[in-house]
């Protein structure tokens, strides 16, 4: 008889990170836990290496070092808003979300060796992605095999963890430092009920920039002791970012380390770095991080007094001068889960057991354009009006009413917008409602714009015009560039299911 406490792989969370990915499940007990990929490792590193040779595709640890570093593809998570991204290799392009089906493949056939097939996932986002980046999500998924019936916010995600696992509650801080980007979160915990407040992020800060700065430390010394510059590769550069990455979790823990650098041919020099090196180097990066805290205080009018904690979500976050920092910050420790790296997934996995409140903000800000006076200089252009700010609770549902500048209008067109900017040129454009009116019409018509949006993060947009009483809806999908068709999934699913992953 099978001992195992029944795994219900009905509920199984995925973290797609940026540098790692991990997958959770809960057993029937209710705890959620890591499902190890079949190297054994517990997080899947984020990169491919597309053999020349053989016809598979290595996912994880392998990839790292595997090969041809023009062949191998790293942090894809950062172009998944990019609807003009591509990777080419060997003469084929990829966009993101086929490079994150290559991920997603490899963690559901890890996983399915230990719990059978799983097809019902959810997938974590971070809280300021995109329309496009996650409808390109859930086509990844879908490539994968895999159906995404919820993606959930990652500090979403990440406070599940915590308040399931250490009782956490009131006003928190969700610090999420990872390997490309830092999000910083204020919500309210309540019983089974998180209410999100705020959500802000840097999509370029994170711990790749700390290997970056350990990357010049060791060539500056190997420059100071050899007297030249080290010379580079591409497979140098690559195999020095990897090092880079190394050096740096092990000033986690020490106090100082020392690296062989360089080459048999150019010579190779022992160099040591020592942790007051590395904390004067990126003192910088952490400052960012915690301009971004006050930042957010700043726009929900609060102060580190009225957080109540600050959990730390994320890799870097294992890095001491971050812990300090905050400390001093906040005049308390901020709270570690300790497998930082893992909580964004196994709470995922807890979201789609549990049947949890979570009301969410807005993520941006959605508008429309329209002719309005320059208040300095009185002069009429274009610009972005926005209908529902960024940070709004949801559901919501908020109106603007606007007036028609033109005589004789047959159709009313109201293109919607994604973006906080006032300059037309910086929002996305993610529908348009177009409404057929009576000819005949003067100018100066009352038009009412509608936005209503709802716990899916779905939005619907309403026209009304009250000159003829006539209103028109519709569901707002992401229609944008870059948005792959459910055609074009079929495909690629159909070409991804005859891909060796490895
Ligand atoms: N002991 C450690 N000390 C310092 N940094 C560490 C340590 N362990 C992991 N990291 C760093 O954490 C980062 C990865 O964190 P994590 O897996 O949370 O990121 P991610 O989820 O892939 O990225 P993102 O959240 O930006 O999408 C890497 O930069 C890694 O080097
Ligand atoms: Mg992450």
């Known amino acids: 008889m099978d001992k195992r406490t029944k795994i219900t792989a009905d509920y199984v969370g995925i973290d797609l990170g940026t540098s790692s990915s991990a997958l959770a499940i809960v057993r029937e007990n209710g705890l959620p836990e890591i499902v190890p ?19 598979v595709k290595l996912v994880g640890s392998a990839a790292k070092t595997a090969g041809d570093p023009a062949n191998t593809v790293h942090y894809i998570k950062r172009h998944m808003d990019d609807p003009d991204y591509t990777v080419e290799i060997a003469g084929e392009e990829w966009t993101p979300a086929e490079i994150s089906a290559l991920i997603l493949a490899k963690l559901k056939k890890d996983c399915s060796r230990l719990i059978g097939d799983i097809e019902d996932v959810v997938i974590a986002v971070p809280a300021n992605f995109n329309e496009l980046a996650r409808s390109a999500t859930e086509a990844a998924a879908k490539m994968a095999g895999l159906n995404a019936v919820r993606l959930v916010n990652e500090p979403t995600a990440a406070a599940l963890y915590y308040a399931h696992t250490q009782g956490i509650q009131g006003r928190v801080m969700v610090y999420d430092l990872g390997g490309g980007t830092l999000d910083i979160t204020v919500m309210e915990i309540v019983d089974d009920r998180i209410d999100i407040l705020l959500s802000e992020g840097a999509t370029h800060l994170g711990g790749f920039d700390f290997d970056a700065t350990i990357t010049d430390l060791l060539m500056k010394a190997y420059r100071e002791q050899k007297g030249r510059n080290l010379q580079f590769s591409e497979y140098h550069e690559r195999n020095m970012l990897v090092l880079s990455e190394e050096t740096k979790k092990v000033l986690s823990k020490l106090n100082r380390v020392t690296e062989s650098v360089g080459t048999k041919k150019n010579g190779i020099a022992d160099i040591e770095i020592t942790r007051e090196d590395f904390e004067a180097a990126t003192r910088r990066l952490i400052t960012r991080t915690i301009m971004l805290v006050e930042q957010a205080l700043k726009a929900i009018g609060a102060t580190v007094d009225d957080i109540d904690d600050v959990l730390l979500v994320g890799g870097s976050t294992r890095i001491p001068m971050v812990v300090e920092t905050l400390t001093e910050q906040f005049g308390k420790k901020p709270v570690s889960c300790g497998n930082v790296d893992e909580c964004v997934a196994l709470g995922a996995a807890l979201y789609a057991h549990q049947s949890l409140q979570v ?14 006076e320059d208040a300095v200089t009185g002069e009429v252009k274009v610009q972005n009006s926005i209908v529902i700010p960024k940070n709004t609770p949801i559901p919501c549902s908020m109106s603007q009413t606007y007036v028609t500048s033109e005589e004789n209008e047959k159709y009313i067109e109201v293109e919607i917008t994604q973006g906080e900017d006032k300059d037309p040129r910086y929002v996305d454009i993610v529908g348009t409602i177009v409404l057929e009116v009576p000819e005949g019409r003067a100018a100066g018509c009352e038009v009412t714009v ?53």
């Open 37 to 55: 990929n079949a190297d054994g490792e517990r997080l899947t590193p984020s990169i491919v290496f597309f053999d020349e040779h053989e016809d």
């Open 450 to 502: 509608t936005y209503s949006y709802d716990e899916n993060q779905r939005v619907q947009a309403e026209i009304y015009d009250a000159e003829s009483g006539l209103s028109y809806k519709i569901d707002i999908e992401y229609q944008g560039r870059g948005v792959l068709t459910d055609a074009d999934v079929e495909r690629k699913s159909a070409y991804l299911k005859k891909v060796r992953v490895a």
């Open 359 to 372: 009301s969410e903000v807005c993520n941006h800000s959605y508008g429309t354009l329209a002719l309005i």
